[in-house]
């Protein structure tokens, strides 16, 4: 808590008397219980903010947690985090809670009201944003938090923990135009997330610095999961001129290219080049193994912890890291075949 005026702590009891209610309510609202009425935690709330109130950071009855956010939990990119959290959470002793909520963009309005019941040491948030109020109402109980953010540039008052999405965007596209690749396709992620976009500016960036003009037409958004680069193959592959390599904005993305590529009767890489990007370990698997760009999730999961663990103690902390991506060749790239290319198209079904 700051001092008021007169260079005097305020107290619990005073805020209550503040705020019209008692000092149970008021003890009810700080560790985000629900039997409040709204109107009454928005005006308690608001005292505790008004007066600077911070718990006490080392409250003997806070668990030793760390609260990992994730709006999906369904795919091999969201493994690869939960590692690199686990790695750092263990050398502190603490336990990792998983919790999915909300959009890619924000954890659900509920989410806040959970994690003040749980009282974790921090949270680590994989999404774009986090609301004014969340801030507010996790900076009041002394929570700090950190969000692992692939998926954009966040305002400078949110910690974070990013990659160099538009140079992994440049090398994926160069490494195509330098095997002498004209014809080169794009599948992107969603076109309302920064990191898409980022993407998509250093393949445009790559063709620009190499002298080429990006086609619009080679240009798809997918949604960084297999179906979506399935079905966007298959629009470019039945192009008049085709492409000869597709550059997909995620792995998932990339291993639906490939299967967009077989139905087709293309072989990858004599006749399509692919590359993907995240470099998650079914890319090593695939047929062909993939080539891709490594974006360093295990490193960003550990990074997210370390600074979560320095503004919790006060240390001195960078609050927004980018780490760099690299390109890691493999065998699903090779230079065009010759000759103009034709339009793929599905065998037809037997029978």
């Known amino acids: 808590m700051r001092d008021d005026e007169e260079g005097r702590r305020i ?187 980022a993407r998509l500016d250093g393949y445009r960036s790559a063709l620009n610095m190499a002298g080429l003009e990006a086609d619009p037409g080679l240009v798809r958004f997918g949604d960084f999961h297999v179906d979506g680069g399935y079905a966007r193959a298959l629009e470019l592959l039945r192009l008049p001129d085709r492409p000869t390599a597709i550059f997909a904005g995620s792995d998932l993305q990339a291993l639906g290219v490939l299967e967009a590529a077989r139905v087709c009767g293309l072989r990858v890489p004599e006749d399509l080049s692919v590359v993907g990007y995240d470099d998650v370990m079914p890319a090593r698997w695939s047929s062909p193994a993939l080539t891709t760009v490594h974006q360093p999730l295990r490193q960003m999961g550990e990074e997210a912890v370390q600074m979560l663990l320095r503004l919790r103690s006060g240390e001195p902390a960078v609050t927004r890291l980018e780490l760099a991506t690299s390109l890691v060749v493999r065998n699903s790239t090779a230079p065009p075949p010759a000759g103009p290319q034709a339009p793929a198209e599905p065998p037809a079904p037997a029978g």
């Open 11 to 197: 107290t619990l009891a005073e805020v209550a008397q503040q705020a019209g209610v008692s000092l149970s309510t008021v003890s009810k609202v700080l560790n985000g219980r629900q039997d409040v009425s709204p109107g009454t935690r928005e005006r308690v709330e608001a005292l505790l903010e008004a007066h600077s109130y911070r718990r006490t950071t080392r409250a003997a009855r806070e668990a030793p947690l760390i609260e990992l956010v994730f709006h999906e939990l369904d795919s091999v990119w969201s493994m690869e985090l939960i590692r690199g959290v686990e790695n750092l959470a263990k050398t502190r002793r603490a336990s990792v809670v998983l919790t999915e909520s909300g959009t890619r963009h924000a954890p659900a309005a509920d989410w806040i009201e959970g994690v003040l019941q749980r009282r974790p040491i921090g949270v680590v948030l994989v999404f774009s944003s986090l609301p004014d109020a969340v801030k507010q109402r996790l900076a009041a109980r002394s929570i700090p938090f950190v969000i692992i953010d692939p998926a954009g540039d966040p305002e400078p008052d949110v910690p974070s923990v990013g990659s160099a999405n538009w140079a992994g965007g440049v090398a994926a596209t160069r490494h195509l135009v330098d095997l002498g690749h004209r014809r080169i396709a794009i599948i992107t992620g969603p076109e309302d997330v920064l990191c898409s976009l």
